[in-house]
């Protein structure tokens, strides 16, 4: 995304305090455009603290050699308090809000569905669903007035379905929903909403993912992630760079693009059933 009289100023990302995840990765990108960016993500009691905490000043670092500015910002999305907080903040340090960019969520839901308990079930759907939800709520009445955008990060899994993805995937079909629900709502207001669908991406999830493959179908770590790539057509894993690249276009460049929902997936169509 380059720098334009009408590219956004300031960003909101959630989940971004891991080093090699889409989050850390699309505030970096901002941030090479001269964006002011709030980094956020979830910030645990006890001893993991400390990392998360240093793994969001590290991003705020990037973002800063990038060429943007930076704020860090704890922020538990299933927290309204949080919510309101984390908007205020951003706005108080920027002068503003033009891009959501709600990436936090939670894997935990990757299972069969008679293993999922109702608290998995409840978590799924307030970190994945009611953390944009409620993200996009708070964030309306600054996007409003800087005419902004909303991006949210779904899944393949919100494009099909495939065993054992539980409620990760019936979450992920939620974020779709919202997606195109708020373009509609919204766009007489001048917000443009997208989502992007990521498929198998080599972040920390990822790499959980190819673990539990692995688990399930007793395989080496090796074996799985030949069998996961035989399935991409471009033949390898995606990076989170390249996800961040298409959430910038739909940030700013992409002015008549609403109510989408891009694949970001290398052409791979295992387990969908659209």
Not at 155 to 172: F, M, N, P
């Amino acid at each position: 995304m380059s720098p334009t009289s009408n590219a956004p100023r300031t960003a909101l990302v959630t989940g971004a305090g891991q080093a090699r995840g889409i989050g850390a990765a699309t505030a970096v990108h901002l941030g090479r455009s001269g964006v002011c960016v709030a980094v956020t993500d979830l910030v645990p009691p006890g001893d993991r603290a400390g990392k998360v905490l240093d793994g969001l000043e590290d991003t705020a670092r990037r973002v800063r050699d990038a060429g943007g500015q930076a704020v860090v910002v704890p922020l538990d999305v299933t927290d309204l308090a949080q919510i309101e907080a984390a908007i205020d903040t951003t706005v108080s340090t920027f002068g503003g809000l033009d891009v959501l960019v709600n990436n936090a969520g939670t894997g935990l839901g990757v299972s069969p569905f008679a293993e999922l308990s109702d608290e998995l079930w409840q978590l799924s759907w307030s970190v994945n669903v009611m953390g944009a939800v409620r993200l996009s709520r708070a964030a309306l009445p600054h996007l409003r007035a800087g005419r902004g955008a909303i991006v949210n990060v779904a899944s393949t899994a919100g494009l099909g379905a495939e065993a054992g993805y539980g409620a990760y995937t019936v979450t992920k079909h939620a974020v779709v929903g919202l997606t195109r629900l708020l373009a509609a709502e919204l766009g007489p207001q001048g917000i443009r909403v997208n989502a992007v669908a990521p498929g198998m991406i080599y972040t920390d999830l990822g790499a959980a993912e190819l673990e539990l493959m692995a688990a399930r179908n007793e395989m080496s770590l090796e074996e799985a992630t030949t069998a996961m790539v035989g399935g991409i057509p471009v033949g390898r894993m995606g990076t989170a760079d390249e996800v961040a690249e298409a959430i910038c276009w739909l940030a700013g460049p992409a002015t008549y693009v609403s109510g989408a929902v891009v694949p970001v997936h290398g052409a791979a169509s295992s387990g969908l059933t659209t």
